[in-house]
């Protein structure tokens, strides 16, 4: 295969759409959507050709190189290996079925040349940040993501709250995105100390295979900082405020962005940099608590969300957790010897997530079309009218529930695997519990929107084809995507993953069985489904009404937000008698700062 075909395609294809599609939208709307799903559709062929060499014919080590600055020896850096080419597929090929979805979705919507533009542009960025191996340039695509996330949450222009939800998410994620610089510059530096070139000293792989040279300082700086991204762009606690409100943007972006590829980076960067960072005491131990605690706090905001999408996003937030606490599953035997126990669990379950969560967005974005509203408390009764709907729905929602033989399932159950063999057993149990929720409260959304008598004042009716076939194709690999376990472990084997044991979907099957683990999954399924069948009896209970406040409330973290911003609001005004107005005066000012600075670093810098 001409690697650097297909690489080009899978970049570089959607990257173009971005720059024609406002030409192409001066022919029509209908030229325009064509366009866009034409070059979305070839973009996410080049990811499918390459996973499919990386995970069926077990290619190793794809690194290619092209110039970026070469005047100080910097380039382009593409390493593929099992984790990016699975990124990419889920990019790619998500997206393309969420551009086909838009085509009817999107239409009647003004502004349509900027949506494709702004789709495209995070399509290929996103590939292009899971496929290279330089850390400034994944933190260029880093940044365009995010400003394609911010844009798109504002899409509607003239709505406020939508703008507003844009302006939070933006400002939400450039906290976690000033620690992951820091933390990418802490590494240059180190590396920089023990003779690295400039372009080794951004390099992932670089870095990982002289992390031994580095120091403990250097590791540990950036390690934070690492973190720190990536709670910012997968939205765990505290910097999940964010995403929730990113629900006012089109439910199609709230698919493909919001759900199963940008919110998803953040777990990315954990796995990836997982070698650099995995052998400080410690480190481990951080990502797991986020992640648990992230998983838990917002499963409980789920259990008691009336909105569709916003359900759907603090189940996206828990799930994001479940891969992070996954992550930090680091077991330590010896001085030497280091066990990523989670590395392939978390993997997969953002595989197996990113499938079955665009399909329930997709799906909810088809229920919102035809009922007219996202409160579920307003919908019931849409089984019987929209069946084909609902089938799909039902089928990501079970799997998202743990439902045995679906994805789901064995991915959630491989994260709690795990955990026992790690012996985390505290972190295990709230695991557990976090899982009995998740169980609540995909039958409690099933409930409400599709089962019962109607509460309704107008009809519905299934979405036409091209948005009822996404979803046929989302519900499929929601239920058989597991298969793909056994290509997925051998391909990581291959590229020298000696901790990953190449395992069948035999394999899969009998040592899911064989573990204590699957008695946990399967209790906290059916455990979840006794608390929604007595959930009038509970929710009665006089006990339940201050959590159930405090869980409404949000725990409490948009209040201290908002109570920061206010403060520092108060701050300004104070200051404000300071801006004159006066050119001179100003000039004066910045004049004097200028020499106080010189001089502080004259006498302080040892001269």
């Known amino acids: 295969m001409d690697y650097e075909m297909m690489v080009a395609i899978a970049i570089g294809v959607p990257l173009a759409g971005t720059a024609l599609a406002p030409i192409v939208g001066r022919l029509g709307r209908k030229y325009l959507t064509t366009f866009?799903?034409?070059?979305?559709?070839?973009?996410?062929?080049?990811?499918?050709?390459?996973?499919?060499?990386?995970?069926?014919?077990?290619?190793?080590?794809?690194?290619?190189s092209f110039d970026w600055a070469p005047s100080i020896g910097l380039n382009f850096t593409i390493y593929l290996d099992p984790l990016a080419v699975m990124m990419a597929f889920v990019a790619g090929c998500i997206g393309a079925l969420v551009v086909l979805y838009s085509v009817k979705y999107m239409e009647g919507s003004p502004g349509l040349s900027r949506y494709y533009a702004l789709v495209l542009l995070f399509i290929g960025s996103m590939v292009a940040l899971v496929f290279t191996d330089n850390l400034l340039v994944l933190y260029f695509f880093w940044e365009i993501i995010g400003l394609c996330s911010y844009a798109l949450i504002?899409?509607?222009?003239?709505?406020?709250?939508?703008?507003?939800?844009?302006?939070?998410?933006?400002?939400?994620?450039?906290?976690?995105?000033?620690?992951?610089?820091?933390?990418?510059?802490?590494?240059f530096a180190g590396a920089r100390e023990i003779g690295a070139t400039i372009d080794q000293a951004f390099s992932i792989q670089w870095l990982i295979a002289h992390a031994g040279q580095l120091s403990s300082?250097?590791?540990?700086?950036?390690?934070?900082?690492?973190?720190?991204?990536?709670?910012?762009?997968?939205?765990?606690?505290?910097?999940?405020?964010?995403?929730?409100?990113?629900?006012?943007?089109?439910?199609?972006?709230?698919?493909?962005?919001?759900?199963?590829?940008?919110?998803?980076s953040g777990v990315y960067l954990i796995l990836r940099t997982m070698p650099l960072f995995g052998h400080?005491?410690?480190?481990?131990?951080?990502v797991m608590t986020i992640g648990a605690v992230t998983a838990i706090?917002?499963?409980t905001m789920a259990a008691i969300e009336p909105d569709l999408k916003r359900l759907l996003a603090y189940s996206t937030v828990s799930?994001?957790?479940?891969?992070m606490f996954a992550a930090g599953l680091i077991k330590f035997d010896g001085p030497e010897s280091v066990v990523f126990m989670g590395f392939v669990a978390a993997g997969f379950h953002l595989f197996s997530h990113a499938i079955f969560k665009a399909l329930l967005f997709l799906g909810a974005g088809s229920v919102i079309h035809s009922a007219g509203t996202r409160d579920m408390y307003q919908m019931g009764g849409l089984a019987k009218e929209m069946k084909l709907t609902y089938v799909t729905m039902l089928i990501g929602a079970l799997s998202l529930a743990g439902l045995i033989g679906l994805s789901g399932f064995w991915s959630k159950d491989l994260i709690l695997s795990a955990a026992w063999e790690s012996h985390n057993y505290f972190p295990l149990a709230v695991m557990i519990v976090t899982a009995v929720l998740t169980a609540l409260y995909s039958f409690r959304m099933l409930n409400l929107v599709f089962w019962g008598e109607s509460r309704r004042d107008r009809k519905a009716h299934d979405a036409p084809l091209v948005m009822t076939l996404p979803l046929l194709i989302l519900s499929v690999g929601a239920a058989i995507s597991w298969l793909a376990f056994g290509y997925y472990t051998r391909a990581f084997h291959a590229f020298g993953f000696q901790d990953v044991h190449a395992l069948g979907v035999a394999d899969l099957i009998s040592e899911t069985f064989a573990s204590p683990a699957v008695a946990f999954s399967l209790a906290a399924f059916f455990t979840g489904l006794l608390l929604w069948y007595f959930r009038k009896q509970i929710w009665s209970l006089s006990c339940m009404k201050w959590p159930v406040r405090i869980v409404r409330a949000g725990y409490g973290f948009n209040t201290i937000y908002d109570g920061m911003m206010l403060g520092l609001r108060e701050i300004s005004i104070k200051f404000r008698k300071t801006h004159t107005g006066d050119l001179n005066i100003n000039l004066t000012g910045v004049a004097v700062a200028l020499l106080v600075m010189l001089a502080a670093l004259f006498f302080l810098g040892g001269a």
């Open 217 to 264: 300082v250097t590791l540990g700086g950036a390690g934070l900082g690492f973190i720190l991204g990536a709670m910012g762009k997968s939205a765990q606690v505290p910097l999940h405020v964010w995403l929730p409100d990113a629900m006012e943007a089109p439910t199609t972006v709230s698919a493909l962005i919001h759900a199963a590829t940008l919110v998803n």
């Open 319 to 323: 799930q994001l957790g479940f891969m």
């Open 154 to 187: 504002g899409f509607n222009q003239t709505d406020q709250k939508a703008a507003k939800a844009g302006i939070k998410a933006f400002v939400t994620t450039r906290i976690g995105d000033l620690g992951f610089l820091i933390g990418i510059f802490a590494l």
């Open 297 to 299: 706090l917002a499963a």
């Open 280 to 286: 400080l005491q410690g480190w481990g131990t951080i």
């Open 36 to 64: 866009a799903v034409v070059m979305a559709f070839i973009g996410a062929a080049g990811t499918v050709a390459l996973l499919w060499d990386v995970w069926i014919d077990n290619v190793q080590a794809v690194r290619l």
